[in-house]
């Protein structure tokens, strides 16, 4: 690859420079283009109404899939996930209940209502809402969810079942991830993918569903040694770290597909200066809000990126729309019926 010399425009980080580097030639083969920005909101639509498509198909037979979501105390940020699981369910024609038990709720009278609803035939699909309350045992619940009413797919037997590539209910936010590369022709097998942050319900997850279709897999973590040398590596790039910004373009391989699960919201200025300095748009919604949200990339990342998800507006509308896939993929299984295309993902 031949080096060239570029004069930058300057960016939204006020950046005005001259650089020689490999990304300014790659830009430069691109003709400037920016990355392909990976529209998580279109994607989701499209899976709500192939969910909606087939409760309509379940409900000839007279079966309404049901799902029971959890959320114990008042914790704001659980409180907004649930109310979109449960608008979004009647919106694709689920039957959905809320449980909101006390903060001061116990391990026992968690595990009692969890039983309860794993009795219940016309509820399919079980949420324990996380995280739970320090004192309660969290491991303890989800163990005693019915692994076949595991829509969130933490039960260990589900784990099992997609590490040995079994049909099963895969969680919602990896799930989403794999619908994102798949949607938009992405292709998986026999590239590098690299993934940043070993958490149970996303990172691990996403890795095994990479590994499953023969990505060639890295999981960093904390005491990953030279982190930017080893994401630099990865044709597609999965951030779930939970650090805003903390991904920026020195991790990124020119042309690489970056996957932000990241949703971290920002009420400093200094902060927001360090992301988003000359975006009016962004600068507009900061000021009427007070606060905007960042996802675990820089923004400056798009301008190296062959592919990236948006903060808002990628991955996070996927994960309600997969919650809304795996609930009709339970009441389907429980009931013996053949898992239609989307579901078996
Ligand atoms: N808290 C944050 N993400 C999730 C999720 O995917 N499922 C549940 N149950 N709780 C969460």
Redesign the pocket.
Known sequence: MSEVREERPTTHRGVRDTIESPVNSLQAQRGWMPARILDGTKIAAEIRAEVTAQAKALALSGVRPGLAVVLVGHNP??EV?VRGKVKSSEEVGLYSEQHTPAESATTEELLALVEGLNRRDEIDGI?????LPAHVDSKKILLAVDPAKDV?G?HPMNVGYLSTQRPGLV???PAGVMEILRRSQIPIAGQEAVVVGRSD??GKPVAMLLLNQNATVTVCHSKTRDLPEVCRRADILVAAIGRAGMVTSDYVKPGATVIDVGINRITDQKEFDRFFRGDKKREETFLAKGSTLVGDVHPEVAEVAGAITPVPGGVGPL?IAM?MANTVKAAMLRRGTAVAELSRR
């Open positions: 940020a659980s996930y949420l324990v809402q996380l995280p969130d933490f969680p919602c936010t319900i996303v994960t919650l």
